[in-house]
């Protein structure tokens, strides 16, 4: 494997302290980015260092990630379900192959990244040959930026969710747009698609891209009902999003998602009701407001905050040890059952 990160003493202590009694014995991980070197190689490097979380890793193969679950969670199996690095640059289809070829050998479940001008019929063929069992369009496709000012239709437009609502397949559904899952526009479009493509499975990444509790609160209180989506925990660390999420959706709507390799890193966030800013130990080009060298040390793994987040905020509310289950592995594996 190789290596993404050094498991320190400090990991593996705030691990036996905060983690290893409370996480369940089953892990799936609904939203991991998958490929080899080969599928980015041709990605310009301004192209990474244009945004944090590509800069602190994109690049996973499954092998390591499989690896990687049994180092970080030794007491669980972990499962994986994956997608390509959705970055318009890169080697999609190659990539796209990988995945169906290591999802043949039962290592993972995959979704195939898609583009907004591939035709139909490669969209199929891949549902139908490949096996994939869901899509993951991206803003990137079109704009090249994760968060831009476009419209979900934009890239991923109407006839391509009619094929994933005609086959009853899954969208992992990253959302535009600054104001995130917030902003009138993008609730007006899941709802349309809601009312249009009944039949196939929405799950929205990041709870909406949610990683301060506004964004949430005012994007459930938009919607009206969440009924009928499904959101994933990955990358989401803030405690407030996590007692709005469940307080207000069903344990049965919320999936376990990591987002690696982009959460293996040493660090930490703060924030406001809006805004948020990383704090890492490791010296990535974005990262300018260091601490003390003595407060660095005492940083774990991302990934291990954002599951002892997770964890306090199961037990600040009061879910049972099966809601637990449910978020961390039952939810996805009926889920993706029944897309299959």
Request: proline letters at 6%.
């Amino acid at each position: 494997m190789q290596p993404y990160y050094t498991l320190t003493e400090n990991d593996k202590s705030f691990y036996r302290k905060y983690l290893q009694s409370r996480l369940p014995s089953k892990i799936y991980d609904i939203h991991v980015h998958l490929n080899l070197q080969e599928h980015v190689s041709m990605v310009p490097e301004e192209r990474w260092l244009s945004d944090w979380a590509m800069e602190i890793g994109h690049v996973l193969p499954v092998d390591d990630v499989l690896a990687c679950g049994e180092q970080l969670f030794p007491d669980s199996h972990y499962a994986v379900n994956g997608f390509p690095m959705p970055v318009k640059e890169a080697d999609l289809r190659e990539n796209n192959r990988y995945l169906a070829e290591e999802q043949r050998r039962d290592n993972l479940t995959a979704f195939m990244c898609i583009m907004p001008d591939w035709a139909d019929e490669e969209i199929e063929r891949g549902l139908v040959e490949d096996g994939f069992l869901g899509v993951k369009p991206y803003p990137d496709m079109v704009s090249g930026e994760k968060g831009a000012d476009i419209g979900i239709f934009d890239f991923m437009p109407p006839n391509q969710w009619d094929i994933i609502n005609r086959h009853r397949k899954a969208v992992m559904l990253h959302l535009p747009r600054k104001e995130r899952f917030s902003a009138d526009q993008n609730v007006k479009e899941l709802k349309e698609i809601r009312r249009n493509y009944p039949d196939l499975v929405i799950i929205i990444a990041h709870f909406g891209r949610s990683f301060c509790p506004f964004f949430l609160e005012e994007g459930l209180r938009k919607l009206g009902s969440a009924e009928g989506f499904f959101f994933d925990t990955s990358a989401v660390l803030n405690p407030k999003v996590y007692d709005i999420a469940f307080t207000r959706l069903d344990p049965e709507q919320i999936l376990f998602g990591t987002d690696m390799p982009i959460t293996l890193f040493h660090g930490k966030r703060e924030w406001t009701d809006r805004t948020y800013i990383n704090l890492s130990s490791e010296d990535f080009s974005w990262n300018t407001d260091r601490r003390s060298p003595e407060e660095e040390a005492t940083y774990t793994l991302f990934i291990y905050e954002q599951l002892r987040t997770i964890l306090d905020a199961i037990d600040r509310n009061g879910l049972t040890g099966e809601m637990k289950e449910c978020i961390f592995f039952r939810n996805a594996e009926q889920l993706l059952q029944g897309v299959q």
